[in-house]
């Protein structure tokens, strides 16, 4: 039995699993709200925009919290739906719905707004982007990354543990709250764990975190995540990316025909055991990685404590 078919079994929800494989996640149909949004929310801001969506800062004054608001572009997402045409993907909505975890941001509602767009309501992380604390080295890393991709990793057995890939872990996706809580904030990308989604040929992802048998468009799984994962430790510690930032998937391809680079020459004062965690965090054959989160964490926790 290999590794598919045991999550496959672990992660399988309903009674009648899709031709070919396990069964897809129970993903609940509901009426849709409708929503004004100018009149129920009183937008503060903007936080980020994503390639399909924006995210603002926003008062509900339905429940009187603030919040944050995101409204994705109908025909970039109508266009990212048409990828699984046949597949039932469920919406960002449904899936935020479902994942209620400490690790992973707390979506409170989903439906569309008055022109027809998708909206998700969610808590209102107040804190920092992974990737900004990496971009500037920022101190507050410093004695915390075993702890804060602890959490993630945390975040991603989750997801695994009912049924869905993440595809878009990177530390653009990931918040860092005052309190020091690691949050993973965009299920834009995620998808049913079953073989119809594994099938080769859907490269969505960002491009520098991409594993290899997604860009060769091989059949995928879990691991996927898991090298996703890999590479943005591989950045929190050495503070760069095991290969050059590549402009293209073809160009990425291409540098990933060569080994990793060696975490030492990127910051000397990695040790030889961090060495080794981060090199096996990157491997190209999935084989090689850390095969789950909860193997790629007790490695992580092994580390020592100064990180």
């Known amino acids: 039995m290999g590794l598919f078919d045991i999550f496959s079994g672990l992660f399988s929800r309903s009674a009648k699993a899709p031709s070919g494989g396990s069964a897809s996640p ?114 507050q890393l410093d004695g915390h990354r075993i702890d804060y991709l602890s959490q993630l990793a945390d975040g991603i057995a989750h997801m695994h543990k009912i049924g869905f890939l993440h595809r878009d872990i990177c530390p653009r996706n990931v918040m860092v709250d005052k309190e020091g809580v690691v949050k993973i904030i965009d ?62 998937l073809q160009m990425l391809l291409s540098l990933m025909n060569k080994p990793a680079r060696d975490p030492r020459e990127l910051r000397p004062d990695i040790d030889e055991e961090t060495c080794r965690f981060l090199t096996k965090c990157v491997e190209r054959d999935p084989r090689d990685r850390y095969q789950t989160p909860k193997d790629f964490r007790e490695a992580l926790q092994a580390l020592p404590a100064h990180w």
């Open 187 to 248: 299920l834009g990308l995620a998808v049913p764990y079953t073989p119809p989604f594994c099938k080769p040929g859907n490269r969505t992802g960002t491009t520098n975190y991409l594993a290899p048998e997604l860009i060769k468009r091989q059949t995928t799984d879990h691991r996927v995540d898991m090298f996703a994962l890999g590479v943005t430790a591989f950045e929190m510690f050495t503070g760069l990316l095991p290969w050059e930032r590549a402009a293209s």
């Open 26 to 139: 129970v993903v609940k149909k509901m009426k849709l709200p409708i929503i004004n949004v100018e009149k129920r929310f009183e937008l503060m801001g903007r936080l980020g925009q994503g390639s399909m969506s924006k995210v603002f800062r926003a008062y509900d004054r339905e429940s009187g919290k603030t919040v944050c608001l995101k409204v994705l572009d109908k025909e970039k997402t109508a266009k990212f739906q048409a990828r699984f045409q046949g597949l039932n993907r469920p919406t960002e909505g449904e899936v935020a719905e479902l994942m209620k975890h400490k690790n992973i941001v707390q979506s409170f509602e989903h439906g569309m707004t008055m022109t027809k767009e998708p909206y998700v309501v969610m808590e209102l992380v107040d804190g920092m982007g992974l990737n900004f604390l990496i971009e500037t080295r920022s101190k």
